[in-house]
């Protein structure tokens, strides 16, 4: 009689091995141990390092410093992902639709709770046309939420519930601005989610910068990368305009380049989202 192996849950982290963190830990610990016998003071480079380490990794979007975080794919071939944070919005999200349709594009979009309830005829949208949705946490607080673990744990529970409801579960979590934090792992992982950042983007600061953006991204835009772009408002019709021109440009240029842009969790080999009904 043979017996099924237990299934294992594509969206939590082995807890089997150490973090990046743990082990930079340990060493810098040994470190400082073999160099205190020797003189006390030298014990102090390699936890300092350390601490230096601690503080700048938040700000390392593909670091996966102190939890696994996906930035880029690993399948070797010729494709990338495009992903869309922040909204959705009325004036610019629909308008996106609409061409990613008539270039036949797959895109994911990261989503706010906040956005959600104030716009759920566009989240509908969004998934009826094909494309993944995945949590962005509800309000975006750029930094408080990073050191306050209660608050990032309503920040992503209350934007689920807020999905959930059109009976969509998002699997993937990115956070605003792609910062990390040492307890993110663990909130992340209990609302079954595991972190999606970026390996390009053009630094279009939420569609406030938009002059020249596909260039800036087709300058950069490696096979297997995921890249970063906004699809909140871009502040006036004529904006709107020029942004919309631009996302032609991309899509024309990653064509010329031989690059396709294919669904997400192609690239990465895990799923956005599930439907719930």
Not at 101 to 117: L, N
Not at 235 to 252: T, V
């Amino acid at each position: 009689m043979t017996t099924s192996p237990t299934p294992v849950n594509p969206t939590r982290p082995s807890r089997l091995h150490f973090s990046m963190a743990e082990r930079t830990g340990l060493l810098a610990f040994a470190a400082a141990g073999l160099l205190g016998t020797v003189d006390l003071r030298l014990a102090t480079v390699p936890l300092t390092l350390f601490l230096m380490l601690c503080a700048v990794a938040p700000f390392l979007p593909g670091a996966g410093f102190f939890f696994p975080v996906i930035s880029r794919g690993k399948t070797g071939k010729a494709v990338i992902a495009l992903t869309f944070d922040d909204g959705p919005d009325p004036s610019t999200t629909p308008l996106l639709l609409d061409i990613l349709a008539e270039w036949q594009v797959p895109a994911t979009f990261f989503v706010t709770g906040r956005r959600v309830t104030q716009y759920p005829r566009l989240i509908r949208q969004i998934v009826s046309r094909g494309h993944a949705v995945g949590n962005h946490s509800f309000h975006h607080d750029r930094y408080r939420m990073f050191w306050q673990t209660a608050l990032l744990e309503r920040e992503i529970a209350d934007t689920q519930a807020a999905l959930s409801r059109l009976g969509i579960v998002p699997l993937a979590f990115r956070p605003p601005v792609g910062i990390t934090s040492p307890s993110m792992g663990k909130v992340v992982s209990a609302n079954g989610l595991y972190v999606v950042n970026f390996s390009c983007r053009a630094f279009d600061r939420g569609n406030r910068r938009i002059a020249n953006l596909a260039e800036r991204i087709l300058a950069r835009v490696r096979p297997d990368d995921i890249v970063l772009m906004h699809d909140s408002d871009a502040g006036n019709p004529e904006r709107i305009r020029q942004w919309m021109g631009e996302i032609e440009k991309l899509l024309a240029g990653l064509s010329k380049k031989g690059l396709t842009a294919v669904p997400l969790d192609q690239l990465t080999g895990r799923p956005v989202m599930r439907m719930d009904r």
